[in-house]
């Protein structure tokens, strides 16, 4: 059962254009949307967060896109650079419950 | 700031044999986890632990043992491995008041 779903499985990306990942939930309970970015060989560490009281949060060139009522987030990665290339993950937990679920990743590739 | 240390960073083992992945933290964090990582299923959480003696199941719980004796400690055993059970193990925790989630850099286990 997943209760997260990422998509695409991979992203090309020319440098300086727009990195966009999707994510759609089902478990209407969720109430945190963490995006996690991974370089090989590390483990994941968190890039930007969101909770469902707000549509968008921005930090730098990352931007979360929250819709609640069709159940999906997205992350926008502006201006994205060769140093973004790195594996996404989407994941999403409910208060109380510190597990988080996770989305299958988008590897993400930043051509120069 | 060691955060959390993962032991042994790669392991060969063979079908049968009992295998133990060690985690340690150095931030008295109450939650701990344990996910597997595979091309195509994102992190899926094995076990959890709330706080020193405190352990629940996750997603893909068969085949795995958890045991939490010090709050620092989350060690992950593999009883009698199997080939299926080959995956890059990620040993993580929750930061108190923000949520994040905190990785370890990974334990890499192949199953001959």
């Known amino acids: 059962q997943q209760q997260v779903k990422q998509s695409p499985q991979s992203l090309i990306v020319q440098k300086g254009g727009i990195s966009i990942i999707n994510c759609a939930y089902e478990n209407t309970a969720f109430d945190y949307f963490p995006w996690y970015q991974q370089f090989p060989g590390k483990g994941p560490a968190l890039l930007i967060a969101?909770?469902?009281?707000?549509s968008e949060k921005k930090e730098g060139r990352f931007t979360i896109s929250f819709n609640k009522s069709a159940k999906q987030f997205s992350l926008h990665i502006m201006d994205s650079q060769p140093g973004d290339s790195a594996t996404y993950f989407c994941?999403?937990?409910?208060?109380?419950?510190?597990?988080?679920?996770f989305g299958s990743g988008t590897r993400l590739q930043v051509q120069p | 700031d060691a955060g959390i240390t993962q032991s042994p960073r790669y392991k060969i083992t063979e079908t049968g044999r009992q295998v133990t992945l060690m985690c340690h933290q150095t931030w008295s964090h109450s939650y701990m986890f344990w996910y597997r990582q595979d091309l195509g299923h994102g992190l899926r959480l094995i076990y959890y632990s709330a706080a020193a003696d405190i352990t629940d199941k996750g997603e893909v719980p068969d085949g795995y043992v958890v045991s939490r004796s010090k709050t620092e400690n989350f060690p992950l055993t593999l009883e009698s491995a199997t080939r299926s059970q080959t995956s890059v193990y990620f040993c993580?925790?929750?930061?108190?008041?923000?949520?994040?989630?905190?990785f370890g850099e990974g334990s890499r286990l192949t199953v001959l």
């Open positions: 993580a925790s929750t930061h108190p008041s923000t949520g994040e989630l905190f």
């Open positions: 969101i909770r469902p009281d707000v």
């Open positions: 994941a999403a937990s409910t208060t109380g419950r510190r597990a988080l679920t």
